[in-house]
């Protein structure tokens, strides 16, 4: 597919990409990535795609797939700022954070009218999305299979407005139910774990198909079949980026999404007799009454609390690595240079 200038809007470039450029930056062109791979990333701009190499000092690990950059053809110059992220902290340990998908205006958060559907599980995805400054909706497949009442209801209360639908994701009419969110311009992502239909949704969106595996009976879950990212064309005019299914969904730094998440609880917080409560036993918990008046549900404020301590965690362990890093720069450079150095 080749690509004229006027094709930058269709990709999603805007006036807050475009007002990031600089007179020194006269001699590159927008392009947004489309794969990021060990040692470079694939865009697509004004003349088609491209390979770029990456300059020093810019791993691929600081590149997300959906970015926006200026290169000269070759060469990744430099990134222009987001105008959305999606990120989780990364698996293992440690608390760096993995980027999954930037500049994305929706994001379908695609689950199963089965064992496999999980609010906590929404719950995180939803916390993302409104941490990223993505706009969220969820998706449940295999509605064709069973009642779905009960799971949509489920859905709903945990969206807090977002969009909840309910299809098959076999059926070409469920692709025309999301075509509203990546037409001309638009971008959307797909998460969800492993085998709840999200390829054959892709697919259904792109005119690409792809295998797919069995479901599973143990868990309700089908195996992986999606195993990396990518910006591809949707039949409406748009762009999607799928993402393989995650073992791990652990947040990053996301006390904007929680809250935005659990708004209801955050703004009976507010109204509690102490600025530091914790919601458990503290005399004038605004939270814990309405828990016993039966307008907030205990599973719910037990799931908010879990992801604020979590998040916490997470905020502090990277702050005290970012110490202990500044504390040894300081060693190094204050230790007496060793027999043979040259000053």
């Known amino acids: 597919m080749r690509m004229t200038v006027a094709d930058l809007a269709d990709l999603g470039w805007s006036a807050r990409f475009r007002d990031q450029i ?3 930056d006269s001699l590159l062109r927008p ?13 697509l701009g004004e003349d088609g795609p491209l390979s770029l190499t990456l300059p020093p000092g810019l791993m691929t690990g600081a590149v997300a797939v959906g970015d926006w950059a200026l290169t000269d053809g070759t060469v990744l110059h430099r990134l222009l700022d987001r ?6 902290r990364a ?36 916390a993302l999305a409104h941490a990223g400054g993505i706009a969220p909706a969820i998706i449940l497949t295999r509605a064709d299979r069973t009642d779905p009442a009960p799971y949509l209801a489920d859905a709903g ?16 009419a469920a692709a025309r139910a999301l075509a509203h969110w990546c037409g001309p311009g638009q971008t ?29 009976e143990a868990d309700a879950r089908g ?6 990212r990518f910006l591809i064309r949707t039949l409406f005019g748009g762009w999607l980026i799928d993402t ?3 073992r791990e969904l652990r947040l990053a730094e996301a006390a904007a999404g929680i809250g935005a998440t659990f708004d209801d609880l955050d703004a009976l917080a507010l109204t509690c007799r102490f600025t530091n409560c914790g919601h458990d036993s503290e005399p004038g918990c605004a939270v814990r009454a309405a828990v016993s008046a039966g307008t907030i549900d205990p599973d719910r404020l037990q799931r908010w609390r879990k992801l604020i301590a979590e998040d916490r965690h997470t905020a502090e362990t990277r702050h005290e690595a970012r110490s202990r890093s500044r504390s040894f720069g300081k060693t190094v450079k204050a230790a007496p240079p060793g027999k043979g150095h040259r000053r």
Do not use: W
């Open 157 to 172: 209360r945990a969206a807090r407005g977002a969009p909840v639908l309910a299809l098959d994701s076999r059926d070409p």
């Open 91 to 126: 698996a293992g340990r440690g608390v760096d954070r993995q980027l999954i998908a930037a500049n994305l205006d929706r994001l379908a958060i695609i689950t199963s009218c089965n064992g496999e559907f999980n609010v906590a599980r929404l719950d995180r995805y939803l």
């Open 223 to 228: 195996r992986h079949t999606t195993s990396a």
């Open 31 to 43: 392009a947004r990535i489309a794969a990021v791979h060990r040692d470079r990333v694939d865009a």
């Open 22 to 24: 600089t007179p020194d």
């Open 83 to 88: 105008q959305s992220v999606l990120m989780r």
């Open 244 to 246: 393989p299914g995650m």
């Open 188 to 216: 959307l992502g797909l998460v969800g774990s492993s085998g709840v239909g999200k390829s054959t949704l892709a697919g259904s969106l792109t005119g690409i198909q792809q295998q797919t595996g069995p479901i599973r």
